[in-house]
């Protein structure tokens, strides 16, 4: 089974509300990253948080890790249909040199 | 723009033939992975390169390699293809960190399909 899963698996919001994603995993990891890809193309890398970091933020994103539950979630406020893609979380487990994805929370924004 | 391309953007091949994939990073960023992503799913490690030597390996056969070279380019070759194989590639590099951990700028991928 994946190392990360997300939660849920597809999300449909109207704009200007706001998406929640979580994702789990399994093994003691150094950092959890957050990625997004638009219709099959090329991820692209949206935050970090590391082992010992509890929330971050970047613009209208919200990352918590809560390493005791093993678990992170995204928050995209105020949504915008350009938010519309695929988001992947992805771990870098203790010990290995790789990131390990989520199979992703496919969102949409309906306008 | 994450100044990481890769080519060809699509690619059709027949069951065992073979077929090398091409990626060219950023300068500066001496790692770089490779990843298949299925239809649906996540993008699975390949392996990764760092100052031209493999140095990290997923669970794929042999007949996956890649080589990095000098100048942040780098290729991904599989062999005796088969119908599994048809996925989007995607490759990634990073800062010169020897650990693809780190934020990693994902190329636009190639789309392979076997027939």
């Known amino acids: 089974s994946q190392q990360g899963e997300e939660d849920p698996q597809a999300l449909s919001i109207q704009e200007g509300e706001n998406a929640t994603m979580n994702c789990s995993y399994k093994?003691?990891?150094?950092?959890l990253q957050w990625y997004r890809q638009n219709s099959g193309r090329g991820l692209v890398h949206l935050i970090l948080?590391?082992?010992?970091?509890r929330e971050k933020h970047s613009g209208r994103l919200r990352v918590t890790l809560d390493t005791s539950k093993k678990s992170s979630s995204l928050l995209i406020t105020a949504s915008r249909a350009a938010d519309t893609a695929s988001y992947f979380c992805?771990?870098?487990?203790?010990?290995?040199?790789?990131?390990?994805f989520g199979q992703g929370t496919r969102l949409t924004i309906n306008p | 723009e994450t100044g990481v391309t890769q080519s060809p953007t699509h690619l059709i091949k027949t069951r065992g033939q073979q077929v090398t994939l091409r990626c060219s990073s950023q300068?500066?960023?001496?790692?770089v992975s490779w990843y298949q992503q299925a239809l649906g799913q996540g993008p699975q490690f390949i392996f990764q390169?760092?100052?031209?030597?493999?140095?990290g390996r997923g669970n794929f056969p042999p007949r996956f390699s890649g080589l990095q070279f000098p100048n942040y380019s780098s290729e991904l070759n599989v062999n005796a293809l088969e119908l599994d194989d048809s996925a989007l590639y995607l490759c990634?590099?990073?800062?010169?960190?020897?650990?693809?951990?780190?934020?990693?700028?994902f190329g636009p991928g190639t789309r392979l399909t076997v027939l």
């Open positions: 990634a590099s990073t800062l010169d960190t020897g650990s693809s951990t780190d934020t990693q700028y």
């Open positions: 093994t003691s990891i150094n950092n």
């Open positions: 948080i590391r082992s010992n970091e």
């Open positions: 992805a771990t870098a487990i203790q010990g290995a040199q790789k990131l390990v």
């Open positions: 300068s500066g960023h001496n790692t």
């Open positions: 390169y760092y100052r031209e030597e493999e140095n």
